[in-house]
């Protein structure tokens, strides 16, 4: 049962990377034939068609911008609400978990309208940063709840050494956030790197397209009756991340199931 | 002195969090409250002139608008579908695998990659399966049934919708199942086994309750994400032919960002969606919560 279920699941992409290799024509004599020739121009084609590496440095770069502020400054609000006691540390920490209940189709009519006015719109680190706001209230409660696991003992002793807020954050706290900070790291990296519809309202200029538009444009383009173009160019696509799977899959497994229970 | 000491202490923490209070209120409060006064108004998108008109999008799209009541008729659909087939797929993938040791690893990591590749890319290279591969298929093999038109016929592609739903889905619930089963200590399943209890017995009344608090999590995840579906939709159909497929989230895209440019309209539809959300969801934790309790 397993067997058959895991061959299910492999079977688009088996297929997919069988035939991203053939020419239309030889897919003519058999969809599931091994290929007599590779045809490997089908990447050549599709590489310049997805403009692959600049759409991978895009999607790179929105990553990596989101992912930096999420991380920072998630981890400095969810520390300080969590060792600050009453109503007004209570309350912003209400007001930031509260919203995790609001889907993002509520919200993403007035946030192109916010983005355009903000002038955010169109460039890849203000994609980034729009994503700072959408992903900080999950990784503050995650971090929140962390945080109840360090010791108070800490803090104060390095007071006593003479270290102000800052640099207890950042030398002292920070470095035990390490656990939580790969949580949180990997939802969100995950989250922003596969998302399609932020990027198809925010990015308007072909020269700013991640991975996941430019593909899409292709689609758009040749419909599904060029499939051995399209083929190549969603193996392209899929590829960063199947690589970075097989390398941090402990990870990346471990992270998840701790974000799930805890988030 | 202690007024100013408290002060100082809120200062602190205000320096703390200012950073990510700064970027949270102006991509998602400022457009939550935004969506709410948009929802009231005729606003185009684009004219800075509109007004204000109560609930008059709320009782358009509740009462005058078929293919919002279709939208929200098909959402609702999938989603008890999902509900049920990615819990039920996704406990008996995780109980499978953590009956085998060996293999275990080899089956987890398969089963979970389709979650890291975006649901567009799966959408496509399903599309790529229902259109070339099973038709093949089904005449290399003579299983005719293979052969439908998955893409084009509509009571077909709400099967297609759901199977790459669930092809993409499956795989997270599932590491969320394996925590819990791992929590799940195994002089219990011993001791039914010794009572001569089955595997069906064993799972019913031992493994199943154990779990019963992921079962919590995992329904709550799914509605939550089932209810806002877009990208596979968007992938494989578009909504077609004709709106036949198209979710919520695809109508409200299409209402402010297709041809009319309703943004006023969409916001309501919009809000529609998270009132829905939010009153399942709430209802779901509610009682699944008491049982958890009693269990």
Not at chain 2, 51 to 72: I, Q, R
Not at chain 2, 179 to 184: D, N, S
Not at chain 2, 226 to 252: C, M
Request: overall charge positive.
């Amino acid at each position: 049962m397993l067997i058959v279920g895991a061959a299910f699941t492999l079977l688009p992409i088996y297929m997919g990377v069988l035939n991203s290799v053939k020419t239309e024509g030889e897919m003519l004599n058999g969809i599931l034939s091994w290929p007599r020739h590779f045809a490997w121009s089908n990447y050549a084609d599709a590489y310049r068609k997805i403009d692959f590496l600049r759409s991978l440095g895009n999607t790179a770069a929105v990553t990596a911008v989101g992912l930096a502020g999420i991380v920072l400054f998630a981890a400095m609000a969810g520390y300080k609400l969590s060792r600050t006691p009453g109503k007004l540390s209570g309350f912003l920490f209400s007001l930031f978990v509260l919203s995790m209940l609001i889907p993002f189709h509520s919200i993403m009519i007035t946030l192109v309208r916010i983005a355009k006015n903000l002038a955010v719109q169109g460039s890849t680190v203000g994609l980034g940063l729009i994503y700072i706001g959408l992903g900080v209230s999950m990784a503050i409660f995650l971090y929140h709840g962390f945080v109840k696991s360090i010791p108070r003992d800490l803090d104060e002793a390095a007071v006593i050494d003479g270290c102000g807020e800052f640099r207890l954050f950042f030398s002292v706290i920070l470095p035990l956030l390490l656990p939580v900070t790969a949580t949180v790291a990997i939802l969100n990296a995950l989250w922003m790197w596969n998302d399609f519809l932020l990027p198809l309202l925010m990015l308007t200029d072909a020269s700013s397209y991640t991975l996941l538009l430019s593909t899409n444009m292709l689609f758009g383009q040749y419909g599904n009756n060029d499939w051995s173009a399209i083929l190549a160019s969603l193996v392209l696509a899929l590829l960063p991340v199947v690589v970075l799977y097989l390398l941090l899959q402990k990870y990346i497994l471990n992270g998840i199931a701790d974000g799930a229970i805890k988030g | 002195m202690i007024d100013r000491l408290r002060l100082k202490r809120h200062g602190i923490l205000l320096a703390f969090v200012l950073p990510a209070l700064l970027f949270y209120a102006t991509f998602l409060l400022a457009p939550a409250f935004g969506g709410i006064w948009y929802s009231l108004t005729d606003w185009n998108g684009l004219n800075p002139l509109y007004a204000f008109v109560g609930l008059d999008n709320y009782a358009e799209a509740l009462t005058e608008d078929p293919s919002f009541g279709h939208a929200v008729f098909f959402t609702l659909k999938y989603v008890l579908f999902m509900v049920v087939l990615q819990n039920a797929l996704a406990i008996l993938v995780a109980v499978l695998i953590e009956s085998r040791a060996k293999t275990k690893a080899v089956f987890r990591t398969i089963f979970f990659m389709p979650n890291m590749l975006s649901m567009i890319i799966g959408g496509f290279m399903w599309m790529f399966v229902f259109t070339r591969v099973l038709p093949e298929l089904a005449m290399r093999t003579g299983l005719t049934f293979l052969d439908r038109s998955w893409i084009g016929d509509p009571s077909f592609s709400f099967y297609a919708i759901l199977i790459v739903s669930l092809w993409g889905g499956v795989g997270y619930l599932m590491v969320i199942y394996i925590a819990a089963l791992q929590g799940v200590p195994s002089s219990l399943k011993e001791a039914a086994a010794i009572d001569g209890a089955g595997v069906w017995h064993t799972f019913r009344y031992i493994t199943l309750p154990m779990i019963y608090p992921a079962l919590t999590i995992g329904i709550f995840l799914t509605l939550n994400s089932s209810f806002k579906v877009f990208d596979a939709v968007f992938a494989l159909t578009g909504g077609g032919p004709g709106r036949e497929t198209q979710v919520i989230a695809l109508n409200i895209f299409e209402e402010a960002f297709g041809f009319s440019n309703r943004y006023g309209y969409a916001s309501a539809k919009a809000m529609i969606l998270f009132l829905i959300v939010l009153v399942i969801t709430i209802v779901q934790l509610r009682l699944m919560k008491r049982r958890e309790v009693e269990a």
